[in-house]
């Protein structure tokens, strides 16, 4: 009755959290701990619950990092109670994903937050280095691909597939590692160049076997912290070089990662003290960005309820489809 009760919290805190109540999200959270003050889950989702995903006031932003530092520090405290304690995937797969949405240097608490998931990845690490396979060095640079957003994705288009179409398969093998998303035709373009092509589905386990057996020389992730099944094996040492690229624009605080790929025309001159990885300033942007032909649409308005003769604000950040966008009033 007692487990009953606990998960009950725990779900509801989940829900509120889903859907941005984090004051609620972070009561029910509590609840869970006060019932189960060893659950390593509940305290890592209570620590996400401290950022909110809108701040209200100056204040709230300010005392949301502070909470959010001290749960982190409660988190490593109950980690260190309970030595060989069973590995909850969930907990390093949390990301504060919203921290990115603070104009602040965020370093600091997600190096913090990192330094707690490499060590719950811990016991996932040392297995796979106890079958690690020594093999004889390839011609070519085995470089993998591990993402989501294998697909028609803004992620995808800004990033992974320039990479895909434009590393000369002369001197690169390359391996692309799906973690369960979708499938499209751009993934039948990304199959068609790489020497291997895996959806690796959601266990960490075996996704970390998978990839830890193909024994990569690099690891790209072109995002950490959208998809949770990226973010949980970046928190592994799978290939001696491992770099994350700017499709979640923020520093990953991960000691495994090891470069962040960005741009010279994204980068202020002093913004390698915002990572933890060493920060690469490529050409320019950065990236190769096909020019797709757009169709004009005029939409009808008033058909959707709009009236055309006040002022709009069109917010198109992720304009996958039209149901995607959201349209704002003035």
Not at 140 to 158: L, T
């Amino acid at each position: 009755m007692k487990q009953v009760k606990n998960q009950k919290f725990y779900l509801l805190g989940e829900a509120y959290y889903e859907i941005g109540d984090c004051d609620l999200a972070k009561t029910y959270y509590a609840k869970s701990l006060e019932i189960q003050p060893a659950n390593i889950e509940a305290q890592a989702a209570l620590a996400m619950a401290q950022i909110p995903k809108v701040a209200k006031t100056v204040n709230e932003l300010s005392e949301s990092r502070s909470a959010f530092s001290q749960q982190i520090t409660f988190l490593q405290t109950a980690i260190q109670r309970l030595p060989g304690a069973v590995l909850e995937e969930k907990s390093i797969a949390r990301h504060p994903f919203y921290l990115a949405y603070q104009d602040e240097n965020n370093k600091s608490l997600l190096s913090q937050f990192g330094t707690i998931c490499a060590a719950l990845a811990e016991p996932i690490q040392v297995k796979l280095d106890a079958k690690k396979v020594v093999v004889d060095p390839s011609l070519k640079i085995r470089v993998g691909i591990v993402s989501s957003f294998i697909c028609n994705h803004p992620v995808w288009h800004a990033i992974t597939k320039g990479w895909v179409r434009h590393l000369n398969l002369d001197q690169f093998e390359l391996h692309i590692f799906n973690t369960n998303g979708a499938e499209d035709e751009e993934t039948i373009l990304a199959k068609s160049r790489a020497a291997s092509y895996i959806n690796c589905g959601t266990n960490i386990v075996r996704a970390a076997q998978n990839i830890s057996g193909h024994n990569l020389d690099v690891i790209l992730y072109p995002e950490i912290g959208m998809d949770t099944v990226s973010k949980a094996l970046a928190c592994l040492r799978l290939a001696p070089v491992q770099a994350v690229s700017w499709g979640h624009p923020e520093t990953t605080g991960l000691s495994t990662i090891d470069f962040y790929l960005s741009a010279q025309m994204l980068e202020p001159s002093k913004a390698a003290d915002f990572y933890s990885e060493e920060l690469i300033r490529l050409p320019n942007l950065g990236t190769y960005f096909e020019d797709d032909p757009v169709q004009s649409n005029l939409p009808n308005l008033e058909a959707l309820g709009i009236n055309p003769s006040v002022p709009i604000l069109l917010c198109a950040g992720h304009p996958l489809n039209t149901t995607q966008l959201m349209i704002l009033f003035l």
